[in-house]
């Protein structure tokens, strides 16, 4: 199993209110990525970084935010959620290698904004 | 048109029947590619590397044609736990590293 922790498991709360997803590994990964997913959709990317202090938005537009000053950790910021937001949020990490690592999922927090 | 394309599925198959997937990817650079399994409400898991000999895990027989550029996954013998969701995943070399996910394609397995 990947050493990769996503918390809170689960998270109802309301729209306004600030919200960070956690996200943290311990294999030393370089690369993290935020993934969203609705119930039987395909993945979309949000987020990735390559390393520390390096954020690029990935390809499916969000108004969330990450931040990436330690290796271990890239949280993921909603500064104020909407019931848009509500849906499956996946951390993965991949290691140093070129092109040849695959990543490695966490658990996913599922969001309910209401 | 996607860079990766899946059989969105369902595939309803019978226990013990063999089924073969497949994913095409539209861009040369890709490097290397990867199969996974995402169960209902949870996250995707490395199912396995695809290697361009081809390679085998068990059951699982994953298999590289760059010519054609599709890579291909054949489960034998299959069990009612292998209903899942399967994911193709292909490293892209633009630079830097990209990762595309398929769609996936769903199997169903009846006793």
């Known amino acids: 199993e990947a050493d990769i922790y996503q918390t809170p498991r689960y998270l109802v709360i309301g729209t306004g209110k600030k919200i960070t997803l956690e996200c943290s590994q311990t294999?030393?990964?370089?690369?993290m990525y935020w993934y969203q997913q609705d119930p039987g959709m395909e993945l979309h990317l949000i987020h990735y970084?390559?390393?520390?202090?390096?954020?690029e938005k990935g390809d499916l537009s969000s108004e969330s935010t990450v931040s990436r000053i330690r290796t271990e950790h890239f949280p993921l910021t909603l500064e104020s959620a909407r019931p848009s937001h509500t849906s499956q949020y996946l951390c993965?990490?991949?290691?140093?290698?070129?092109?040849?690592?695959?990543?490695?999922f966490g658990d996913g927090t599922r969001l309910s904004i209401l | 048109r996607k860079e990766v394309e899946q059989d969105p599925g369902p595939f309803n198959v019978p226990e013990g029947a063999t089924v073969a997937f497949n994913c095409t990817y539209s861009n040369s650079a890709s490097q290397s590619f990867f199969w996974y399994r995402q169960d209902c409400r949870k996250e995707p898991k490395l199912l396995m590397s695809?290697?361009?000999s081809g390679n085998e895990d068990g059951r699982f027989t994953a298999q590289l044609n760059r010519a054609s550029q599709y890579i291909s996954l054949l489960i034998r013998d299959s069990k009612l736990s292998d209903s899942a969701t399967y994911l193709c995943?292909?490293?892209?070399?633009?630079?830097?590293?990209?990762?595309?996910f398929g769609a996936g394609t769903r199997l169903f397995v009846k006793a």
């Open positions: 993965a990490s991949s290691a140093r290698g070129g092109g040849n690592q695959p990543q490695h």
């Open positions: 970084s390559y390393g520390v202090n390096s954020t």
């Open positions: 995943a292909v490293n892209l070399n633009t630079g830097g590293f990209k990762t595309i």
């Open positions: 695809v290697y361009s």
């Open positions: 294999m030393g990964h370089d690369k």
